[in-house]
Structure formats: C-alpha cells, structure tokens
C-alpha cells in the first residue's frame, strides 16, 4: 500500500512540475518569484520560523540587517521558489544552461588542494540553491561525492539520484557513511558535506551559531583529523539573473593534543564559514529550518 501511495505522490509531482519545466526561462523565473511570494503568505508555521530565527541572530547582534526580517524573509521565499524551478528544469533535463552561467571563482585553491593527494572535503551548508552548488561543481569542475539523506518517496529517489549521477555526483548516504567517506578520501577523491543543520547531540557539538548554542556537526572535523584532507568551503549565491560559486582557502585544521577539544574547535572554525555566508546573503540561507531546537535555551 505504501508503494502505491508513493507512486501515486510521484505522478502528481510529475503532473504539477512538467508545465514548469517546459516554460521559457524568465517565464519560470518569475513564476518561481510568485510561488515564493505565495507560499510566504500560505506557509504561516515555516515564516513565523524563519522570522523568529532571523530575529534572534539580530537580537543577539550575531547579524546586521540592511532590511527589516519581514523583508529579508520574503527574499529567502523568493528564493525557495526560483531554485525550485531552476532545479525542476535540470531534472527535466531542460536546464543546462543554467548550470553552464554558473561562475566559478576561487578554482585555484581547489586545483592546489588535489595536488596534495590527501582528499578534498568540501564543507558547505544549505544556501543559494544548494542543489544547483553540487550539480555545477560536479559538471564544470571534477566529479565528486555528496553526503545526502535518501528521500524517502523511492521513485523520488531514483530521479534525483540519476540526475546527481549524470552531472558527476556519486551519493553517499548519511547510513554508514563514515567509512565510504574516509575510503574516498584516501584514494585522493572528493566529498562534499552540507554542515548547518542541528544534529543530535551524538552527531554534534554544543557551539553557538550566529549567537546561540545548538548541536553542530562535528563530522567534517573528525574526518579531516583522521584523513589528512585539505577542508576547502564553496557556497553558491545568486548574481544577477545567474549564480556564483566561491570556493575558499584552505582552512587550517587545529590538531591539538586533546582531541574532543581539536574536534571542537574544527567545528566552530568550519561553521564560522556558514556563519559568513549568511552575513553577505542574509536571504539566501535556509531560515525555515529549526536550526535551534536541542538546547535549551539560556
């Protein structure tokens, strides 16, 4: 039963996402503007999530706004909505031209983290259109692999998944994913880690993010501790009527004595990337997540 439900789900997906796909391109755009506008006024539970987050990090002067929230937040819906058809477009196998404007900066400091041959990890976090990040790396600059949760619609699944592998992503799932990672990384190979979100207390850290504590996650910094590997950070942002790729420096990693303590500080280090990002793209990270939940609060 449950099989024939998630079909069922698959074809109304399918129904309701084909006209958007064969729309001309600005057509598209614009409609994913209006849907974000839409969903902004329908989705009252997620925007008074997002404004209550964005408030906070205001509050606790982790962040400084140039708009009011209210307005800050109906950007980042807006966003929602333009990556939503921008990535209906590429699964439909319609939108190459959206990877291809994709501008790459900072690709020297990856070409020098391969020469290495430690492994590159690749932390980022959910910003801009994240989906379109992978996709673009995997496609304009080496294939790699991406630490992702399966969705649990299988025929859902199975689309995204031979997309991701047609434009170079090998996918990793987070079961078990510990030791396929540190496998890559041994044979020299990539892998990217999305880091922002609260994890469980097992997963994590207790580490302030944009000015309050929650569960961070610490397996990027038990990895590259273990392997050795050059941590780079690349976030996508929107430019003009495109996106921007920027991949960063190489972030040094503490190998202090103390390893629960190394572990720790590596985490606040690689989180202070997100941390950045959202400071020059306020609207483009994932407010409606409940990024605060498992600590309490002070």
Not at 93 to 114: M, N, P, Q, S, Y
Not at 167 to 193: E, R, T
Not at 226 to 241: C, D, E, M, Q, W
Request: net charge positive; aromatic share 10%; hydrophobic share 45%.
């Amino acid at each position: 039963m449950r099989r024939v439900l998630w079909l069922l789900q698959f074809l109304v997906i399918f129904c309701l996402t084909l006209p958007v796909a064969v729309l001309p391109f600005r057509m598209s755009l614009k409609l994913g503007e209006c849907l974000g506008d839409m969903l902004f006024l329908v989705w009252g539970s997620r925007r008074r999530i997002a404004i209550e987050n964005l408030r906070g990090a205001v509050e606790r002067r982790a962040l400084l706004l140039s708009s009011p929230p209210e307005e800050i937040i109906r950007g980042h819906f807006r966003n929602l909505g333009k990556s939503f058809v921008e990535v209906v477009k590429i699964y439909y196998g319609l939108g190459r031209h959206i990877i291809g404007d994709v501008e790459i900066k900072g690709i020297e400091h990856f070409r020098e983290a391969c020469e290495k041959g430690a492994g590159v990890l690749v932390i980022t976090g959910h910003c801009g259109n994240w989906e379109l990040n992978a996709l673009a790396f995997s496609e304009k600059i080496t294939h790699f692999n991406v630490v992702a949760r399966p969705i649990d619609n299988p025929y859902l699944n199975k689309v995204v998944e031979r997309t991701r592998r047609k434009y170079g992503n090998s996918v990793i799932y987070k079961k078990g994913a510990l030791k396929k990672v540190l496998s890559v990384l041994k044979q020299g190979g990539v892998v990217a880690i999305l880091m922002d979100q609260s994890v469980v207390p097992a997963e994590g850290v207790a580490a302030e993010f944009l000015g309050r504590k929650d569960y961070t996650m610490k397996t990027p910094a038990v990895i590259a501790m273990k392997t050795g590997a050059t941590v780079l950070p690349a976030f996508i942002s929107r430019a003009g009527s495109g996106h921007r790729i920027e991949i960063g420096g190489p972030i040094r990693i503490d190998t202090g004595d103390d390893s629960e303590q190394a572990v720790y500080r590596n985490t606040v280090i690689f989180s202070r990337r997100v941390e950045e990002y959202i400071e020059r793209n306020p609207a483009e990270w994932l407010w409606i997540h409940r990024r605060w939940k498992r600590f309490p609060s002070a």
